[in-house]
């Protein structure tokens, strides 16, 4: 069993009917017939919604997701509309909030990787390939790819785990042309992405996108190139063989398995409150990502 914690109350606005609860984000729409998409300071680790919030978490993705949509926008439209909060919203979702046009959604987790860990690290142990993709042999935790691979996974639902699948179970789902596309896409924008982060010191080691469709347009959506969809290492400490250094979350994960938190993940039962030094470690490291990689100062 996981998934929350606690389920969230969500918040009700006049003229916003609430459609989701996800990890993350609230998502509502609103009389136009345009999506509401909220960024909660919540955060999750192992399929945990944990009991404790990361201040300025949501806003850091949302504020990092527009810097980027606005880097992409060339090579691939957003579903953003507009920034401006609906008519009697708290005062609370200014920074954290997107009204998003209603997109026809892929039902495929984009991810593209350059360098090998993770999932893929564990497949290429076995089998020396990643998601059916043949690697040569050698490589270790950390490795950059001989090139950047697309490594699609089906979207699970809150509690559950994202599945690899080949290049042709996504093919077979969604059809040729619309899976050549995404891998495609996923390619170009994760190259671009690389490249810029290269240029402020991060490695992009690997990147999850989301695509729908706006008529016939394939359109990012959701969130983009954050800390919670990507890894981001710093390259000034890049080196294979060993787990890197990270932007994200790895502050929480390493304490949830740690002796302090007293917390078996192979049970069932929750995990507990995260001590303050590891909420403020934490929040540290997503506003230094957002720091590096826009080279403006977080306020």
């Known amino acids: 069993m996981s998934g929350f914690v606690e389920k969230p109350e969500p918040i009700q606005v006049p003229g916003l009917v609430h459609l989701?609860?996800?990890?993350?984000?609230?998502?509502?729409?609103?009389?136009a017939g345009d999506l509401v998409m909220v960024a909660s300071d919540r955060i999750s680790a192992y399929d945990w919604v944990l009991p404790t919030e990361i201040p300025d978490k949501g806003r850091v993705l949302t504020q990092l997701s527009l810097w980027w949509f606005d880097k992409l926008r060339d090579l691939a439209p957003s579903h953003v509309i507009s920034t401006e909060l609906p008519n009697g919203a708290p005062a609370d979702w200014a920074g954290?909030?997107?009204?998003?046009?209603?997109?026809?959604?892929?039902?495929?987790?984009?991810?593209?990787?350059?360098?090998?860990?993770?999932?893929?690290?564990?497949?290429?142990?076995?089998?020396?390939?990643?998601?059916?993709?043949?690697?040569?042999?050698?490589?270790?935790?950390?490795?950059?790819?001989?090139?950047?691979?697309?490594?699609?996974?089906?979207?699970?639902?809150?509690?559950?785990h994202d599945e690899n699948v080949?290049?042709?179970?996504?093919?077979?789902?969604?059809?040729?042309?619309?899976?050549?596309?995404?891998?495609?896409?996923?390619?170009?924008?994760?190259?671009?992405?690389?490249?810029?982060?290269?240029?402020?010191?991060?490695?992009?080691?690997?990147?999850?996108?989301?695509?729908?469709?706006?008529?016939?347009?394939?359109?990012?959506?959701?969130?983009?190139?954050?800390?919670?969809?990507?890894?981001?290492?710093?390259?000034?400490t890049w080196e294979p063989g060993h787990a890197q250094p990270s932007y994200d979350k790895q502050f929480v994960r390493d304490w949830l398995t740690g002796p302090e938190s007293g917390w078996d993940r192979t049970s069932e039962q929750p995990p507990p409150a995260l001590p303050e030094q590891v909420v403020e470690a934490t929040r540290a490291k997503y506003i230094e990502a957002y720091e590096r990689l826009t080279g403006t100062r977080w306020s």
């Open 166 to 236: 080949s290049y042709e179970e996504v093919a077979r789902q969604v059809g040729a042309e619309t899976a050549a596309q995404l891998r495609q896409l996923t390619l170009a924008v994760y190259a671009r992405a690389r490249d810029i982060a290269r240029e402020r010191g991060i490695v992009l080691a690997d990147t999850k996108f989301e695509f729908g469709f706006d008529g016939d347009a394939l359109v990012l959506a959701d969130e983009v190139l954050t800390p919670d969809s990507s890894r981001f290492w710093p390259a000034e």
């Open 20 to 31: 989701h609860t996800g990890k993350v984000r609230e998502l509502y729409r609103d009389e």
């Open 96 to 160: 954290r909030t997107l009204v998003c046009k209603s997109l026809d959604m892929v039902p495929v987790e984009c991810v593209a990787r350059g360098y090998l860990t993770g999932s893929g690290l564990a497949e290429y142990r076995e089998s020396r390939t990643v998601c059916g993709l043949a690697l040569p042999e050698g490589l270790v935790d950390g490795s950059e790819l001989p090139g950047p691979i697309f490594t699609p996974a089906t979207k699970a639902e809150v509690g559950e």
